[in-house]
């Protein structure tokens, strides 16, 4: 197995559990995910690079940390993206429709489709479909960032 496609499913593993802890309802918690993931992606990259073929170095370290951490993000979005599914399918939705300031609801309304495609499932798989695109190319770098120093560090 390839060095990337194990640092990326392990990254996504770990991504994961981020995503469920981000469930847990004290605001503290869920500001310590952010940063936690942020430093996920490096060592992903980091580990993908760690695990190619000596002599490493940094542009092939950084392609390897790449390709790992965007396979953790793709990972990382499918699970968020059905635990929130799954949250939504819990809440009522017109208690979610409610709780929308006026100013977005004349917005959702103008649009002239129907509220529950932007509250419910279908806004949860238009969000996430837009933050995994997101993540994915951000996570990316992060990860050719953690992949090129690695080699860096040590070459051999």
Do not use: H
């Not at 991504?15 to 605001?27: D, E, K, R, S, T």
């Not at 942020?38 to 060592?43: S, V």
């Not at 709780?99 to 649009?111: G, Y």
């Not at 495609?117 to 992060?142: D, Q, R």
């Amino acid at each position: 197995m390839a060095g990337w496609l194990k640092a990326g499913l392990i990254g996504g593993a770990v991504l994961a559990v981020f995503q469920l802890i981000g469930l847990v309802p004290f605001n503290f918690i869920c500001c310590l995910t952010i940063p936690g993931m942020l430093i996920t992606y490096l060592a992903v990259g980091a580990l993908a690079a760690a695990w190619m073929a000596p002599p490493r170095v940094a542009g092939r370290g950084a392609g390897q940390g790449a390709l790992g951490a965007m396979l953790a993000a793709v990972i990382s979005s499918v699970v968020g993206m059905i635990v929130n599914m799954i949250r939504v399918l819990i809440t009522p939705q017109e208690a979610v429709i409610m709780d929308l300031p006026p100013e977005i609801m004349q917005q959702l309304q103008a649009t002239g489709l129907p509220l529950e495609l932007f509250v419910g499932v279908g806004g949860v798989v238009i969000f996430y479909g837009f933050c995994c695109l997101g993540w994915v190319f951000f996570s990316a770098l992060l990860g050719a960032i953690g992949g090129a120093i690695y080699p860096s560090v040590k070459p051999e």
